[in-house]
């Protein structure tokens, strides 16, 4: 049997109805003609070149389009590579570098950077899903499924740690079948469910969750765009489940169209990429009457814990593992830690990734001999089962469900000129969760402004990771070992 993961999408939804409808309910595609479509970019794949294992870097906008770039790829075993939309020149250059794609498709608004970076053929999608790359698209274009193995990796996705070069987590068709499936029996998933979708698709939650999930099922997706609350909310009549980030409850908790009336027909809202305010849990289930299910997952896992469909969701945690993933909470001896006990997150099953792309001795330091991965999560387990994140030991920083990874900033922050050192936190935000903060030193002769950090920072990073804030020290706080106790920065500037 081919493991291909399209091939498992095609079996489960190509004699499917609906398959993508716009914000009004007017249905654009539906399944057949989205899998022949499909096909046809696989064809345009293979004859731009493109061989099993090429890779395949897609810095585009959402759109429909996109997604059928993401299952040609698939169909034709390419390793799909998708890019954030607000990575900068300086990023792409290191992605490109280390992935070596064999095809880039990016935004028309990228183009002269990316034939500056690139060192194969580039082409263009934008957002309404026009380009060089769909024009190139032949119509009727046929393709064979390629034969993959379940380890056999469909995508990389590239993540950083605490020393800020990112690494690109290998994820196999395996990994994203197990996953899928796990999740549309756990979420109790059926005909006629509604996806209503309003996450972005160059991540894990938006592209291998939500869009996955319900193509397994072959289910609609009210495809849109981009969060809009007021749309958001417009929309649910219409939908049965809603995936979202804290930060899309917040929002959409502020607009006075929320009720319990307009959530008549939803089944399931579940949140994630982020933690869930326990206010926020409140205040979302007194005004709906309905109980979001948190659930816990990671770039290099896909989804590992979710709260019960049926049973208790309780705030504040992420639930207990999900069928076939296996977690322990050790401490840093690896010794498992009591009921309670905060510890270090570790997890095994078939959603775990292969390893990092060219980065073996990475891979082996970030997974335990008898094949737990580290997630560098901090984490508790009561005494239901059910696991509480506590904390991250690598300092991640999570603001409004993207992650963001304090080295890397503070290797941008130190270049600049007035600024002997600086360290990156996270600050409690009721909107995004977390705000990334800089804490600085400044040279002797005189401080950059706040506002000249932040538009530094801007010149060379993703907006999402810029500082929403920043604090002047004379001296960041050390441990006996030289460390910086970012513990203590936190609670001297979380008030």
């Known amino acids: 049997m081919n493991a291909n993961l399209y091939d498992l999408i095609f079996q489960r939804s190509a004699a499917g109805g609906p398959a993508i409808a716009d914000a009004s309910g007017a249905v654009t595609l539906d399944y057949p ?70 095809l880039v498709v990016c935004d ?11 060192s194969c053929p580039v082409r263009t999608l934008d957002a309404d899903g026009a380009g060089t790359l769909p024009a190139e698209v032949v119509t009727g274009a046929t393709s064979e499924t390629e034969v993959c193995g379940p380890d056999d990796v469909a995508a990389i996705l590239y993540t950083s740690g605490t020393t800020g070069q990112p690494k690109g987590a290998m994820i196999t068709h395996g990994n994203l079948a197990s996953n899928g499936l796990c999740l549309i029996d756990a979420w109790g998933f059926e005909p006629g469910d509604v996806l209503l979708h309003a996450l972005p698709i160059f991540h894990v939650h938006g592209l291998f969750v939500a869009a996955n999930v319900a193509m397994m099922n072959a289910s609609p997706m009210i495809f849109l765009a981009r969060f809009d609350a007021a749309t958001i909310i417009s ?58 299910l948190e659930r816990y997952g990671m770039t290099e896992t896909g989804m590992n814990t979710s709260n019960p469909l049926h049973g208790t969701r309780k705030p504040g945690t992420v639930g207990p593992p999900l069928p076939g993933v296996t977690a322990r909470i050790v401490d840093d001896e690896g010794q498992p830690v009591a009921t309670g006990v905060t510890g270090n997150l570790q ?110 920072m801007k010149e060379k990073l993703a907006n999402f990771k810029v500082a929403k804030q920043v604090f002047f020290v004379d001296a960041l ?14 609670q001297q500037f979380g008030d």
């Open 33 to 102: 003609t989205l899998h022949r479509q499909a096909g046809e970019y696989a064809a345009c794949f293979k004859a731009l070149g493109l061989a099993k294992g090429d890779r395949i870097v897609v810095q585009v906008e959402k759109s429909v389009a996109n997604l059928l770039a993401y299952l040609g790829a698939l169909k034709a075993g390419l390793i799909y590579l998708p890019l954030n939309t607000a990575y900068q020149e300086h990023e792409v250059e290191y992605f490109l570098g280390d992935a070596e794609p064999s």
């Open 235 to 292: 929309c649910l009549p219409r939908a049965t489940v809603y995936m979202g980030v804290p930060t899309h409850y917040t929002r959409m908790l502020d607009n006075e169209s929320l009720s319990e009336a307009a959530c008549a027909n939803m089944r399931l809202f579940t949140s994630g990429s982020a933690p869930l305010l326990e206010s926020t849990f409140a205040a979302w289930q007194a005004r709906t009457g309905h109980t979001i």
């Open 477 to 490: 706080p050390r441990n006996t070992m030289g460390k910086v106790q970012k513990n203590m920065l936190r």
């Open 347 to 456: 997890v095994k099953g078939e959603n775990v990734f292969k390893g990092y792309w060219r980065k073996p001795e990475k891979t082996r330091e970030d997974f335990e001999p008898d094949g737990f991965f580290k997630t560098g999560d901090l984490a508790q387990l009561d005494a239901d089962g059910y696991v509480s994140i506590v904390g991250r030991s690598k300092d991640l920083v999570i603001t409004g469900g993207l992650n963001v990874y304090p080295k890397e900033l503070e290797y941008v922050i130190d270049r600049m000129p007035g600024v002997v050192e600086s360290a990156v936190i996270g600050l409690p935000d009721p909107d995004f969760g977390e705000a990334v903060t800089a804490v600085i030193v400044p040279e002797a002769s005189g401080a950059p402004s706040e506002a000249e950090v932040i538009a530094y």
């Open 108 to 118: 028309p608004s990228k183009l002269a950077m990316y034939e500056r970076l690139a």
